[in-house]
């Protein structure tokens, strides 16, 4: 599924167009290179990414060679560490926000009879609608700290999906370091 995935992706972005997001992608990180940004904050609300996230490193920073530094982090364990990273580097970092589908299956948050959570206010609602408003905060918080943002809409997280998040950022990758020189 994960091959099928990318053959798919790489049929459908094999567009020779301005209207494809390979090309845009690659044409948003180096205008926000050329506009004095150094790092490249790739984030995402799926415990799962930070394998991905590694690879994404690594992808970007041998492939571009002179690019966007690319740093990566799983929200929201990680705010409280970005928050000190952006704290007066603001206008070095351009942040992509991986987001994926919420799971349909959710659970409904359950009130605690002594709060020992300190969460009761949050009671009877469903966690999917928690993470889709604090994933909408976070992206609205960042703009208005003045952070370029990028959100890549996946879909529903499974292997196809992936395969086809891969093959995007291969050929993103590819773009972006030709236009590099």
Known sequence: ALW?????????????????????????????????????????????FGSLGAWWRQLFLEGEGRGLIPVSALLPGDNRLLE????????????????FDPVENSCIISLDANNLDELNDLSDRMLKDLEEETCLQTLDHRIDQGIGMITL?????????????????????????????
């Not at 094999?14 to 790739?42: C, H, I, Q």
């Not at 000190?84 to 987001?99: K, P």
């Open 84 to 99: 000190r990273m952006l704290q007066g580097q603001r206008d070095n970092f351009l942040e992509t926000m991986v987001q």
């Open 4 to 48: 099928q995935g990318a053959d798919e992706a790489r049929q459908e972005l094999d567009l020779r167009s301005f209207e494809n997001p390979v090309w845009l992608y690659a044409a948003v990180r180096n205008l926000m290179l050329r506009s004095g940004k150094t790092m490249e904050l790739v984030s995402a609300w799926e415990p799962g």
């Open 153 to 181: 809409e996946c879909g529903e997280l499974e292997e196809r999906t992936v395969g086809q998040l891969i093959c995007f950022l291969e050929l993103s990758c590819a773009v972006s370091a030709c236009t590099l020189g």
